[in-house]
């Protein structure tokens, strides 16, 4: 039992180094397409802020960075609703893999391009 203890908390003390310090942007760049116009429209979101897309809200909870790289590897928390608040979305996007959580919708694609600090 005690080797599983100390194995156990070998592992935890392993995942908290391995973590990355990060830096909060102030809102983030996301980028939007309708499928069915073709219209590729960039929009910046402030943290806690929330836009329109077509029929959908997208908010925006935060936006993170390693510190030093803004345009880097950013990653923001995403909720995209429908107009009856049907979730959509809700989850990290990674700006430079958007295809590992990418958001599901039969007219609108959303992604984030890079935080902001401005």
């Given at each position: 039992m005690r080797l599983c203890a100390l194995i156990c908390a070998g592992l935890?003390?392993?995942?908290?180094?391995?973590?990355t310090p990060t830096t909060k942007g102030t809102?983030?760049?996301?980028?939007?397409?309708d499928k069915v116009s073709g219209k590729?429209?960039?929009?910046?979101v402030p943290n806690g802020g929330a836009t329109q897309v077509g029929r959908l809200t997208v908010a925006l909870g935060e936006?993170?960075?390693?510190?030093?790289?803004?345009?880097?590897?950013?990653?923001?928390?995403?909720?995209v609703l429908e107009p009856d608040r049907n979730r959509v979305f809700s989850g990290w996007m990674i700006a430079s893999s958007p295809a590992l959580n990418a958001m599901d919708h039969p007219r609108y694609d959303v992604w984030v391009l890079r935080c902001s600090n401005s």
């Open positions: 935890l003390a392993t995942a908290a180094a391995a973590q809102g983030a760049v996301l980028r939007t397409l590729v429209t960039d929009l910046t936006c993170r960075y390693p510190p030093g790289n803004l345009q880097g590897e950013a990653y923001a928390w995403i909720d």
